[in-house]
């Protein structure tokens, strides 16, 4: 039974860093592209509205950019939560 436990915490312990690595991953492109051309954040059309807000913030540019790799992120990060609750 420790042993079913050991294993547990080390799955949990994987997952707790696989999802942390790529978490800081996103981040990092995300402020590499902050940096160039916002045509390629991958912005939905109803983004552009902002585009003058967004150029200047990138906290509120972060929410906008890459929206299918952030979208992927929010579900690996519910994962995550489920994983290690």
Do not use: C, G, V
């Not at 051309?37 to 585009?51: F, G, N, T, V």
């Amino acid at each position: 039974m420790a042993s079913s436990f050991k294993e547990i915490f080390e799955e949990r312990k994987h997952h707790t860093n696989t999802f942390l690595k790529s978490d800081q991953l996103l981040i990092k492109k995300k402020e590499k592209l902050f940096k160039q051309d916002i045509s390629r954040w991958e912005l939905k059309p109803e983004s552009y509205a902002q585009r003058s807000e967004l150029l200047q913030d990138f906290n509120l540019a972060q929410k906008y950019m890459l929206p299918k790799e952030t979208e992927e992120m929010k579900k690996l990060r519910n994962n995550h939560i489920l994983m290690t609750n």
